[in-house]
């Protein structure tokens, strides 16, 4: 077998080239994209899988961040009410201790001090979006309710366990403390002071009002001192958030050098390859027989 | 007398050292996963010669001989890199069928690897969430459906490959017999003192055509021409063709037989025949296997992780994916064993409102399986394959056509005038070559301080 | 380190952009040339090349320590337009260079093939033509 030695390999070889580059500068431009299949650069394609899921992740985990501090700030907020309303009962029990009451006074001090109790046991029964906040982990349970047997007239019946949430890779945050801690803890007992003090200012007996307004005021010093690791939470979630928006534009920048096509050069190379390819088809339509030029629907 | 053969032999060994020095300049395409072509060695050998009218005599040889010898030689290359291109654009016509399950289209296994790592960050802030848990589940069985998808795809060009050696068989045998056919002919002319050249033209044709479809050897003797596959089974031989049969195997694929009925299938190199048995021998297999062994080895170790916590009722976790209890078929039988979101073990300590146990679930995404790598990290190292092969493929694609472009072009310009000016271009065109493989190494090893692909994120 | 200025940087950097897409444009006019069996084209090329890729070489290495330099101008400093083309116009480079790689194997072998045949019959050239060889004695397996 000999070869007939004509051109028509090497033109069909030029046109299969050249239309194949159209096709490529014509996908570039349309999706933007310099890499649309592995082949098109294998390292590239495999580097994406990780800053696809990465760029995922750092999504969900400024969501996250948007998400807890606002439940950190609403827990925070509503111990902010609690000092409040204790700061108000150990003003009315110094009232109450100052002997210038009669009994009718002295009753109303406590129907007092009995609605700031209730408000207080309303805070740490505080819910956002459907969790209790002072529950510990066991959020979908009410942290106290009410107990005739218990001395503060109030049971707890959430758990002394903490959620930590994820806010980054190597990074969680604890976003609450449990209501056992902040209000019902031994050694600064929120509703038992407040409870003790009611039955104090009922019976008249002063030094008892004045030993459970001291106990109030060392319950508001240590509930002061609960809210900050709020505080620290809601700094850290901050920072976090800061960090989160720079690794966004650094995923975003690494996808783009990764993949992307430069949207000037993607425009010249397809305006290139239209220009190449009209003049190897002309070439071709000089050369090449009619029959095959019919063929290939060359304009000849 | 010998002087024919030995110089080509000389010659050969010559050759051989010189291409293991070319090889060294490039080493990436020759790891490409193209059918036999770093395997096929260059050979000659010595036959006997015979008593004909038409035996060399040693000492000289005519211009015109030597044209003659350089036409062959060039036809036989002509032969060997048809096989070879048909062999990679088969291979690289599957691969751009496989290379798109692997693609990014929102549906893949790395854009559901995505959306089932992000549900579970999200579960971390609202883990007794309603909302959150079925994201987390739904998300779940996106991502094991993936896996069946991928699985599916890659079956499904084994699948096609397996038809393409039946069908390629049936044409092997209807070439090998016409050709067979026309060395008749041919004996009984030339027997006749008539010229069978025209007839020796349509056969060469279709023996062409044959190289298409598997690699061949092809000897020429007094007695005729024998044809053999690249391995040595037999073809053709003179004016009797052997046939080819292909029967299932145990794999449940074609297995290819000789005459005699041995089983040639893994020694079958070059043509759309190699091509289709290297995709679906080799290929198909070893993604599959690697695919296999990554769903088997992430769902056994995200069912440990939900072993480590509780659900929303208070019970330990129990298994979330379903995997066969072997490797094999995990990726196409990967599902989702629950369906009921509360089951999500999220919690370390019973209670409803706990999200200690998402960390653990998380982590089975972010640690290194047994095989060695995370989850992404594994897929990622087979997008990267699947990526090269498809690339290579193409690569040689390209260069093997103007290879063939060039010894066409070669075979049809006229021989020099002198053997001197001949070798001299040769010797021209070696140097170009060499010249070229140096710059070929330099551009490889050139790094560029832009080349910042990004390091990869440790996920 | 020596430290050079913003706009010597750049201009160099516009340098190794041009030399990226020149040299991708001589392996295209080299692999075209050995399709067609054209030597001279090649060697012109070739040299071409070779020209080429020792500025490259000597650029790369002058641009890496200008960039590592912190009493230059910072990297972020660069336009990023320009970096994406330079990094777009070296992959296109090595992948054209992979071809290039493949078709000189595949060329040369065949070269080295028809090289050795005439080494073979050097000194033994007979004028005037000889009986018709098609059925040669010898064969060669490839």
């Known amino acids: 077998m000999r070869v007939n030695p004509s051109m028509v390999p090497d033109i069909l070889a030029d046109m299969q080239q050249s239309q194949a580059a159209l096709n490529v500068a014509l996908q570039q431009v349309a999706t933007g994209k310099s890499v649309n299949v592995p082949s098109d650069n294998p390292a590239a394609s495999a580097n994406m899988v990780a800053n696809t899921i990465e760029t995922g992740q750092v999504d969900q985990y400024t969501q996250n961040v948007t998400t807890t501090l606002s439940s950190v700030q609403t827990a925070d907020s509503a111990l902010g009410s609690v000092v409040s309303s204790l700061t108000q009962a150990v003003s009315l029990g110094t009232e109450g201790a100052n002997g210038t009451n009669n009994s009718s006074d002295l009753q109303a001090l406590a129907q007092q001090v009995q609605g700031i109790l209730t408000s207080v046991v309303a805070d740490a029964n505080t819910s956002y979006q459907g969790s209790y906040l002072f529950a510990g982990t066991a959020s979908t349970t009410v942290p106290y309710t009410a107990d005739s047997s218990s001395a503060s007239g109030y049971t707890y019946n959430g758990n002394n366990d903490t959620n930590s949430v994820a806010v980054g890779d190597h990074l969680s945050v604890q976003v609450s403390l449990p209501g056992s801690q902040i209000f019902s803890n031994s050694s600064a007992d929120v509703l038992g002071s407040l409870s003790s003090l009611v039955s104090a200012l009922q019976s008249g007996n002063t030094s008892d009002i004045s030993s459970a307004t001291n106990a109030i005021s060392n319950a508001l010093n240590y509930v002061s001192q609960q809210r900050v690791t709020y505080g620290n939470a809601e700094s850290q979630l901050n920072s976090q958030e800061t960090y989160l928006q720079q690794e966004t534009v650094s995923l975003t920048s690494q996808a783009t050098s990764l993949t992307g096509a430069d949207e000037a050069q993607a425009a010249t190379a397809l305006s290139q390859a239209e220009t190449d390819n009209s003049a190897v088809m002309a070439a071709a339509a000089k050369v090449l027989p009619d029959t095959l030029l019919s063929y290939l629907a060359i304009p000849s | ?459 | 380190m020596i430290a050079i200025g913003v706009q010597e940087r750049n201009g160099k950097l516009e340098e190794h952009l041009q030399l990226l897409r020149s040299l991708a444009q001589e392996l295209e006019r080299a692999m075209l040339a050995i399709s067609r069996n054209s030597l001279s084209e090649l060697e012109d090329s070739v040299a071409n090349q070779q020209a080429l890729s020792a500025r490259l070489v000597e650029l790369a290495d002058d641009v890496s320590a200008q960039l590592q330099d912190r009493t230059a101008a910072s990297p972020s400093l660069i336009d990023k337009h320009f970096m994406e083309q330079i990094r777009s116009a070296f992959s296109t480079l090595q992948a054209l260079n992979q071809r290039y790689s493949a078709l000189l194997q595949h060329s040369s072998r065949s070269v080295e093939l028809l090289v050795a045949l005439f080494n073979s019959f050097r000194g033994q050239f007979q004028e005037g033509s000889g009986p018709r060889l098609k059925h040669q004695t010898w064969s060669c397996q490839i």
């Open chain 2, 1 to 459: 007398m010998g002087g024919l053969n030995t110089s080509l032999l000389i010659g050969m060994q010559a050759l051989e050292a010189t291409q293991g020095a070319l090889n060294a300049t490039s080493n990436n395409i020759a790891n490409a996963n193209t059918t036999g072509y770093t395997r096929e060695v260059v050979q000659l050998s010595e036959n006997p010669m015979t008593d004909s009218g038409n035996e060399i005599t040693g000492g000289g040889v005519s211009m015109d001989g030597l044209q003659s010898i350089r036409d062959e030689l060039l036809n036989l290359q002509i032969q060997k890199q048809t096989s070879l291109q048909s062999s990679v654009d088969t291979q690289s016509s599957s691969l751009q069928q496989i290379q798109s399950y692997f693609t990014s289209n929102g549906e893949d296994i790395a854009s559901e690897l995505t959306a089932f790592s992000s549900s579970l960050t999200q579960l971390s802030a609202t883990p007794s969430n309603a909302a959150a848990q079925q994201s987390v589940l739904v998300s779940g069985q996106n991502l094991a459906r993936s896996f069946n998808t991928t699985a599916q795809g890659l079956m499904s060009s084994q699948s096609e490959a397996d038809g393409q050696v039946t069908q390629t068989v049936a044409q092997i045998n209807s070439l090998t017999k016409q050709i067979a056919q026309l060395n008749g002919e041919v004996s009984q002319l030339t027997a006749s003192g008539q010229n069978g050249g025209t007839i020796e033209d349509q056969r060469d044709a279709l023996v062409q055509q044959l190289s298409s479809l598997t690699g061949i050897s092809v000897t020429q003797s007094d007695g005729g021409e024998t044809i053999t596959t690249a391995n040595g089974s037999a073809l053709v031989m003179g004016s009797q063709s052997f046939s080819l049969q292909t029967t299932t195997g145990s794999d449940g694929m074609k297995h290819v037989l000789d005459s005699n009925g041995n089983d040639i299938t893994s020694s079958i190199q070059g043509g759309q025949l190699g091509g289709a048995i290297q995709i679906r021998d080799q290929v198909v297999p070893g993604l599959l296997s690697q695919l296999n062994t990554l769903a088997s080895q992430f769902a056994t170790a995200f069912n440990a992780a939900q072993a480590q916590g509780y659900d929303s009722n208070g019970k330990a976790g129990q298994d979330f994916f379903t995997v066969p209890a072997g490797t094999a078929g995990s990726a196409a039988g990967i599902s989702v064993a629950i369906s009921d979101p509360s089951l999500i073990a999220a919690s370390s300590d019973g209670s409803a409102g706990s999200n200690g146990n998402v960390a653990n679930l998380s982590a089975a995404l972010t640690t290194a399986l047994p095989s060695g790598q995370t989850p992404a990290a594994t897929y990622s190292s087979m997008v990267f394959q699947v990526g090269t092969d498809a690339s290579n493929a193409s690569t040689q694609s390209t260069a093997i056509a103007q290879n063939l472009l060039q010894l066409t072009n070669q075979q049809s310009s006229a021989s020099g005038v002198s053997i001197d000016e001949e070798t001299t271009n040769l010797i021209r065109f070696q140097t170009a070559y060499e010249a070229a493989a140096r710059i070929v190494s330099t551009i490889q090893q050139l790094s560029t301080v832009t080349l910042d692909m990004g390091s990869t994120q440790s996920y």
